[in-house]
């Protein structure tokens, strides 16, 4: 090893450990429902997880850690944990281990003073520069029994404006802002947006070769730095422009939500967010910056149980560091790209039991784009050149429906350390990405099938007018060939004709720790449904203990 290479190596090592910022020593960063696990560490072996609530349930194992050499620690993540709830961790390495204690979020919020909106604030941005603390949040709200909407007609830029911390707003209706509705300056941290209905926000949109520079306006917009947010529980519909197809150029216009190199510890479940195609959002849910080590949602962040539609690029971008990000239990149609995750510069990145619906690159094109874009690009941090392209990524128990579905599973990108398990990929084109120079990929126990699993996927489900797709016991296959048959004592041939078949995805999934620990029968199920167990719910009226907000009532 010549002294070149080592004084890069530390170079990058100095570069790296500054972007982490972070306290030395193990540590558990928790959500409501997931809890993040850093554990520095010189052994580069194996890291086993055991956790359980409180002192008296029994352990449970984890999805094992990744080990990243660059930060020489150990990161994962704990997932479908209860809100509210104590955790002890143990976390085993080589001849090394570490207890921790760790508690999910709690999902009450304490309320230290409430400001009861009036129409006289309606007609003007709300600039809101009084906050709360820990203990006290201040909450923002219609007075009881009455309706607060803010329309401005597009005469001024936002409808509210927060400055301050410990801030939520529940229950508003926000019309006709000139930009964004919901307008978050840099670095405010805490504050939680819910029970609102978002609509005919921004500018028009249009592609960058129209000559129109502006884009991503945005229901909810957080500036940089940012974070640990909770969206819950919204309807965001119908911005006032709409994004431009492929047909014309990368697609640009409305959002629903964009972070711009987020601070962390976001949560953003149970939203539906909806439009019309000529009013489509260029992604649904995203910001920047995409090749980084910040990005959307940057770190310790969920991305759950929302219904998005009508996306002209991406339903979900994921892209910057995805440091201990969970995204899971979506249902994500009418869009290019599903999951958008270039880059994912640090990880690991976790993708489990979404379901994904139709994808078409422009309004004459319904061919179809890709599942989960991969890709990254060598950046400059503190004067070196470091790579956003080595986090890994965790893809689990989604399942991919057809006809109308994405084209290829992937996206042509380069892509490193990705891990598929037990999910129903079936795709009229390229499954997995070639095999490329670097780190490997790891592709494996997934159910794939190509061009004829159109129509006949869809026999693998029973059929349902909710969105639920629970396997069938059996599903349609063609036997090629000419076969013959006797029925009523006559025999005759048929040539390829279609039978049934056992389902190939009951029970025929490999155990994933944490991850499909609630399965019933032989083994897990292949896809995002497990038979025997709750179905998925999406979107906003499937939240728990969902009630209608003031502006659906009054």
């Given at each position: ?413 380069e892509t490193h350390n990705a891990v598929t398990r037990n999910n129903i990929f079936y795709t009229r084109g390229r499954t997995y990405p070639q095999s490329q120079p670097g780190p490997p990929n790891d592709f494996r126990h997934d159910l794939t099938g190509g061009f004829l699993g ?101």
């Amino acid at each position: 090893m010549n002294l070149c290479f080592i004084l890069t190596a530390f170079a990058q090592l100095a570069a790296f450990a500054q972007l982490a910022a972070q306290p030395a020593g193990p540590r558990a960063v928790a959500t409501f429902e997931s809890i993040g696990l850093y554990y520095p560490s010189a052994d580069v072996g194996a890291a086993t997880v055991q956790f359980r609530a409180g002192s008296s349930a029994a352990w449970r194992e984890g999805y094992p850690l990744v080990y990243d050499p660059r930060l020489r620690e150990y990161r994962g993540s704990l997932v479908l944990l209860e809100p509210g709830t104590e955790y002890q961790i143990r976390i085993q390495s080589g001849g090394n281990s570490a207890e921790l204690t760790a508690r999910t979020l709690s999902e009450t919020f304490p309320v230290g003073g409430t400001t009861q909106l009036t129409d006289a604030d309606a007609g003007q941005t709300v600039n809101i520069r009084e906050g709360g603390t820990e203990t006290a949040w201040r909450l923002y709200t219609p007075a009881p029994g009455k309706r607060w909407t803010s329309d401005l007609f597009n005469l001024a830029d936002n409808n509210i404006v927060v400055e301050a911390d410990y801030v939520i707003l529940r229950g508003l209706e926000l019309k006709g802002a000139a930009q964004h509705a919901i307008l978050i300056r840099p670095g405010v941290q805490h504050v939680v947006i819910e029970d609102c209905h978002i609509t005919g926000w921004g500018r028009i949109g249009g592609a960058r070769v129209w000559g129109i520079f502006h884009g991503s306006d945005s229901a909810v917009y957080a500036q940089k730095g940012a974070g640990h947010l909770v969206i819950q529980r919204n309807l965001i519909e119908h911005p006032r422009g709409g994004s431009n197809d492929w047909e014309s150029g990368h697609p640009d216009g409305p959002q629903a939500i964009s972070l711009i190199d987020s601070s962390g510890g976001n949560v953003i479940r149970f939203n539906t967010i909806r439009s019309t195609e000529d009013h489509g959002y260029n992604d649904a849910i995203g910001g920047g910056s995409n090749f980084s080590f910040e990005g959307s949602p940057n770190r310790d962040s969920d991305i759950y149980s929302n219904h998005i539609s009508h996306c002209w690029d991406d339903a979900i971008e994921s892209e910057g560091a995805n440091m201990n990000v969970r995204i899971w239990s979506n249902y994500i149609h009418h869009t290019f790209t599903h999951i958008a995750t270039a880059s994912t510069s640090m990880g690991p990145l976790y993708i489990f039991r979404n379901v994904f619906g139709s994808s078409r690159i422009t309004h004459s094109d319904p061919s179809g784009g890709t599942i989960i874009k991969t890709g990254g690009r060598d950046v400059e941090v503190n004067g070196e050149k470091l790579s956003t392209l080595l986090g890994y990524r965790f893809i689990f128990h989604n399942t991919a429906l057809q006809p109308n579905g994405a084209l290829d599973v992937f996206s042509g990108h380069e892509t490193h350390n990705a891990v598929t398990r037990n999910n129903i990929f079936y795709t009229r084109g390229r499954t997995y990405p070639q095999s490329q120079p670097g780190p490997p990929n790891d592709f494996r126990h997934d159910l794939t099938g190509g061009f004829l699993g159109g129509g006949f996927v869809q026999s693998m489900f029973l059929a349902t007018q909710n969105l639920e797709w629970f396997l069938a016991p059996s599903m349609n296959k063609i036997k090629w060939g000419r076969i013959e048959y006797t029925r009523s004592g006559k025999t005759f041939a048929i040539t390829d004709p279609m039978e049934p078949v056992p389902n190939p995805a009951l029970d025929k999934g490999v155990r994933l720790p944490n991850f499909n620990d609630d399965f019933t029968g032989a083994g897990p199920d292949i896809g995002a449904y497990e038979t025997g167990r709750l179905p998925l719910r999406f979107g906003r009226e499937s939240a728990p203990g969902f009630r209608r907000a003031p502006w659906e009532l009054y």
